[in-house]
């Protein structure tokens, strides 16, 4: 049950595109479909972002977008704006009811 | 409106007992797997706990098996975790949250518990 391995920090001007890895194992990333990631703003509880890897619950935007490849997944956000700037933190399905998240990365807006 | 709702958090000593709940509404609760996750203050989110949707099996973290269990009712749409044992590093943020395969999309506000003497 080790965490999810992420970038702690990145950044990018309003516009720009950032990409946010997360790196696990075949155990979870690697031999499932099913990596989730979700937005935290400060105080606030979970949004879920991306689900199935690539698929957007109604009302997210489709500037976010997720991949997989082997045991890494990543996050895509293009088109930045000053309200993307949040916690981010991948998710991933490890068999019998269990999940495993990262350890978050910060996103800031320049 | 699909929502959970968790109570239950507070002080408690370390070595001590307490039972968080979550109420669903807006959903077919016995339908779905459901997780609780928690934050402790200023770190990420980790997951504590999963019940499939008829209750057969229950998973848990390392760092709370054996001290922690996880309920759920499906005639009164609630899920339950009992903390025994409560530590120090249990001081955290709990979030009841609607647990489908490839992601959780729907979460609670959360509640608080610190465990401190």
């Known amino acids: 049950q080790s965490a999810l391995t992420q970038p702690r920090s990145v950044s990018g001007s309003p516009g720009q595109s950032v990409t946010i890895s997360c790196t696990g194992t075949?155990?979870?990333?690697?031999?499932?479909?099913?990596v989730s990631w979700c937005q935290q703003h400060p105080g606030k509880a979970p949004k879920l972002m991306i689900f199935?890897?690539?698929r957007r619950p109604s009302g997210v935007p489709d500037r976010f977008s997720g991949s997989k490849s082997g045991n890494t997944a990543s996050l895509t956000i293009s088109g930045l704006q000053a309200e993307d700037e949040a916690d981010y933190y991948c998710c991933s399905y490890a068999g019998s009811y269990t999940w495993v998240f990262g350890g978050g990365t910060k996103l800031t807006v320049l | 409106e699909v929502q959970v709702l968790e109570s239950g958090g507070g002080l408690v000593q370390p070595g001590g007992s307490l039972r968080l709940s979550c109420a669903a509404s807006g959903f077919t609760f016995s339908t779905y797997a459901m997780s609780w996750v928690r934050q402790a203050p200023g770190k990420g989110l980790e997951w504590v706990s999963g019940i499939s949707g008829s209750a057969s099996s229950t998973k848990y973290a390392d760092s709370v098996k054996g001290r922690f269990t996880i309920s759920r009712d499906n005639s009164k749409n609630t899920l339950d975790l009992q903390m025994n044992s409560l530590r120090a590093e249990d001081t955290a943020v709990y979030y009841c949250a609607k647990a489908l395969y490839g992601g959780m999309d729907v979460w609670g506000k959360g509640t608080t518990v610190t465990v401190s003497s």
């Open positions: 075949s155990s979870d990333v690697g031999g499932y479909n099913y």
């Open positions: 199935d890897v690539s």
